[in-house]
């Protein structure tokens, strides 16, 4: 069929015949190397197209850390309770830098109910702090920040404050001031016992045993209590359902570090200076 598309004279001498056909033959390899040629480029181009896309895609979905593991103490054994839903906002800052501080504190108010909270009827913010009495970052904020907090918002009833137990395992005397905490407050004076461990922190955090308990009961007697009483409730951990409810319910909020104060449904974490909870107090109050 070529040969007769070409018209080829066919009494050509023999040399002349071969021509026309090795020239037809030549442009079709040249066309078909072209061809694969040219298919094997397309092909190339797809793959290093592909392999840079999939990097791409490793750097943009690489994951990001929301918070920096510093201005605080961590539970490592932190164990997940069904989670309630995360915060709307995550603050972290560095530490207040006078953590050892001993400045003198005015006491929180005293007349509380038995969740260690102010009544918080009619008030558009709810400050709860998670803390462990041994935790030098929770002195930190009970000298500095909560001091400020409690005189502008607390005292003038703007907003309610509470604690909550979650002594950390990496803090030995954590769990019994807490026992000893709660032991207080069954004869009226958690307030006045909380701010004795922050404000004696120095005095009792590296004592054991009966030299701890001595302690503990030391501070009892200075608060007037009944000494007998807080004993026998310290030695018999009364009050360790409630400290293990505490700790379970914070975990559920996606508590793992001391001190952990939620302002609403925001969380701000760490030693953090007054400013950043007055900012988020404000916001607050604004709503």
Do not use: W
């Given at each position: 069929?070529?040969?007769?598309?070409?018209?080829?004279?066919l009494?050509?001498p023999?040399?002349?015949?071969?021509?026309?056909?090795?020239?037809?033959?030549?442009?079709?390899?040249i066309?078909?190397?072209?061809?694969f040629?040219?298919?094997?480029?397309?092909?190339?181009?797809?793959v290093?197209?592909?392999?840079?896309?999939?990097?791409?895609?490793?750097?943009?979905?690489?994951?990001?850390?929301?918070?920096?593991?510093?201005?605080?103490?961590t539970?490592?054994?932190?164990?997940?309770?069904?989670?309630?839903?995360?915060?709307?906002?995550?603050?972290?800052?560095?530490?207040?830098?006078?953590?050892?501080?001993?400045?003198?504190?005015?006491?929180?108010p005293?007349?509380?109910?038995?969740q260690?909270?102010?009544?918080?009827?009619?008030?558009?913010?709810?400050?709860v702090?998670?803390?462990?009495?041994?935790c030098?970052?929770?002195?930190?904020?009970y000298?500095n920040?909560?001091?400020?907090?409690?005189?502008?918002?607390?005292?003038?009833?703007?907003?309610?404050?509470e604690?909550?137990?979650?002594?950390?395992?990496?803090?030995?005397?954590?769990?019994?001031?807490?026992?000893?905490?709660?032991?207080?407050?069954?004869?009226?004076?958690?307030w006045?016992?909380?701010?004795?461990?922050?404000?004696?922190?120095?005095?009792w955090?590296?004592?054991?045993?009966?030299?701890?308990?001595?302690?503990?009961?030391?501070?009892?007697?200075?608060?007037?209590?009944?000494?007998?009483?807080?004993?026998?409730?310290?030695?018999?951990?009364?009050?360790?359902?409630?400290?293990?409810?505490?700790?379970?319910?914070?975990?559920?909020?996606?508590?793992?570090?001391?001190?952990?104060?939620?302002?609403?449904?925001?969380?701000?974490?760490?030693a953090?200076?007054?400013?950043?909870f007055?900012?988020?107090?404000?916001?607050?109050?604004?709503?």
């Open positions: 069929m070529i040969l007769n598309r070409f018209k080829l004279n009494n050509l023999p040399r002349k015949k071969l021509l026309p056909v090795l020239l037809i033959a030549s442009v079709l390899v066309t078909s190397l072209s061809g040629i040219f298919y094997h480029k397309i092909s190339a181009g797809k290093v197209l592909a392999e840079k896309t999939q990097k791409k895609e490793k750097r943009t979905t690489k994951p990001k850390k929301l918070l920096k593991k510093e201005n605080m103490d539970d490592k054994n932190n164990s997940r309770i069904t989670p309630t839903p995360i915060p709307t906002q995550i603050i972290t800052q560095d530490p207040a830098k006078s953590s050892n501080s001993q400045q003198s504190s005015s006491p929180i005293t007349s509380l109910p038995h260690a909270e102010q009544q918080s009827s009619g008030k558009k913010v709810t400050i702090e998670y803390g462990d009495f041994q030098p970052f929770c002195e930190s904020f000298h920040a909560l001091t400020q907090i409690k005189d502008t918002y607390v005292n003038t009833g703007k907003a309610s404050f604690f909550r137990h979650f002594p950390l395992p990496s803090h030995p005397n954590a769990e019994i001031t807490s026992l000893a905490a709660e032991c207080a407050r069954e004869q009226g004076k958690f006045e016992y909380h701010n004795t461990l922050y404000d004696k922190q120095g005095e955090s590296n004592k054991g045993g009966g030299d701890l308990t001595d302690a503990l009961l030391a501070f009892a007697i200075g608060l007037s209590l009944n000494s007998e009483s807080f004993h026998s409730c310290l030695v018999s951990q009364k009050f360790v359902d409630k400290i293990n409810s505490d700790k379970s319910q914070g975990q559920g909020r996606g508590v793992s570090a001391t001190p952990t104060v939620f302002i609403n449904d925001q969380i701000l974490v760490g953090l200076p007054y400013e950043s007055k900012a988020v107090i404000e916001q607050e109050l604004n709503k």
